[in-house]
């Protein structure tokens, strides 16, 4: 592999210039990529844990440190936005015209690569206090071991490859944030036009022609006359990779809207069980097609109150099931509704696919301005909507902060002003002159 320079010290690499890494570094170097994607991780991490203040022998990271000190090449990126890194996935992809398998070190070893065919296997890894209520040390020491006993199956198949170990978010808050947080997730590498950013300009163009075209009302099912489901979304797509490229199909017109009646045949609910099954027909090729949504809900003991999950989401076509997964990332309390500006399987992706040999690896689905209710549905109207996103975002701590200072600023101006004291006598420059005498 060509020798690649470290960035200078402070300096954030962004999504462009990650791609010019992983360019540099496919294009010679191995093209089976072992990727070890953590939830959060920072710099700050190996600080603490890693020995850097003499105590090595308590590094949590030996197996990642052999394998930097045993490479032939390799390159540390202190710091990365969170969107770039969180995006590598589908650069990879891109890069490697191949989809992501899902593994696990047991996975792995019943697997046999070839250096000829490239492959890209992901090793997702937890990070922070598990159910267990593990440390974040535990859990790191953890995540080492699973790096050695995957790269020691990989010495054992003796084929190159290249490995990166990243993460989709930051585990501490970062001193500044990237310009490009307020990109998005899309990605554009630097020797050719991407296309994801054509669709993407396509899929904001129907947005707005739907917005001019009116505001259109949920997907209801109904159990005895009584609604039971509600669904809604500006926009419901599919894609299934094909010949290295992504053929994508739009379901919100067949969906949503005037003129639509989307087949709910399949469909149920009970009080701890819902399952909405949308029914098409001739989607990219196959003459039946269902997209399904797996929902239930229970009582947690910890927080006292029932919670419900998406549980999965299925595309079943021609006698075919694709599943992925949301339970982990899809909740809300269960008497109110779940909504996200953006539900994905590869972009920030809130749904995973089942397993690394589930024909899910092979589609994608988006869903934007999601929001679906599987329970104490009442009448036609969603309850109110717990969002994915947080409430206190950066911009609203800035303005909060901007604005304690300006009313700390205010009141020490006030208090000053209210200090000052006018004089109590004057002189008169047609009268006498007052006489101050020194004693007084």
């Known amino acids: 592999m060509p020798t690649q320079s470290p960035p200078t010290a402070g300096h954030i690499v962004g999504q462009q210039q ?3 890494y992983l360019e540099k570094a496919l294009n010679v170097g191995p093209r089976n990529v072992v990727l070890f994607l953590q939830d959060k991780m920072s710099i700050e991490d190996f600080t603490m844990y890693g020995g850097a203040f003499g105590n090595k022998q308590d590094s949590v990271f030996p197996n990642l440190e052999g394998a930097l000190r045993s490479s032939a090449s390799s390159v540390v990126l202190p710091a990365v936005s969170w969107p770039a890194s969180n995006a590598v996935i589908g650069q990879l992809q891109d890069q490697l015209e191949t989809s992501p398998l899902y593994m696990d070190p047991e996975t792995l070893s019943q697997l046999r690569l070839n250096a000829s065919s490239p492959a890209l ?5 937890p990070y922070g206090i598990g159910a267990d209520l593990m ?4 859990v790191l020491s953890g995540n080492d071991e699973v790096i050695g006993q995957v790269l020691s199956i990989m010495k054992t198949q003796a084929v190159p490859y290249t490995a990166i170990y990243t993460a989709l978010r930051p585990s501490r808050e970062a ?4 310009l490009e947080a307020g990109v998005g997730g899309g990605r554009s590498l630097l020797q050719y036009r991407s296309p994801y950013k054509d669709r993407e300009r396509e899929r904001e163009r129907q947005r707005r022609i739907k917005e001019k075209a009116g505001v259109y009302g949920p997907v209801e099912f109904k159990e005895n006359e009584n609604t039971c489901i509600l669904l809604w979304a500006k926009g ?3 894609s299934i990779l094909r010949s290295g490229n992504w053929e994508d199909h739009d379901l919100t017109s067949s969906t949503f809207g ?3 009646s989307p087949k709910l045949h399949g469909s149920s609910c009970d009080k701890t069980k819902a399952r909405l099954v949308l029914n098409y027909e001739n989607v990219l090729g196959h003459r039946s097609f269902k997209l399904i949504f797996g929902m239930s809900q229970r009582y947690y003991k910890v927080s006292a109150r029932r919670w419900f999950t998406l549980d999965i989401v299925e595309l079943e076509y021609d006698g075919t099931k694709a599943t992925f997964n949301g339970s982990r990332n899809i909740y809300a309390p269960a008497e109110y509704s ?3 500006e953006l539900v994905t399987s590869f972009r920030w992706p809130l749904l995973v696919p089942r397993s690394s040999k589930d024909p899910s690896n092979q589609w994608r689905v988006t869903f934007e301005d999601f929001q679906i209710q599987g329970f104490n549905v009442t009448g036609s109207d969603f309850s109110y909507a717990s969002d994915c996103a947080g409430f206190f975002s950066p911009g609203i701590w800035m303005g909060l902060m901007t604005s304690l200072l300006m009313v700390l600023v205010l009141t020490y101006g006030l208090h000053m002003i209210m200090q000052l004291r006018t004089m109590d006598r004057f002189d008169d420059p047609k009268g006498p002159a007052i006489s101050v005498p020194q004693t007084e």
């Open 121 to 125: 296997l992901v090793f997702r890894l």
């Open 18 to 20: 990650l791609a010019s």
């Open 236 to 238: 419901l797509s599919v």
């Open 135 to 138: 440390s974040a040390k535990e």
């Open 175 to 178: 001193a500044s944030l990237s």
């Open 338 to 340: 779940y909504r996200c």
């Open 258 to 260: 005037e003129g639509a």
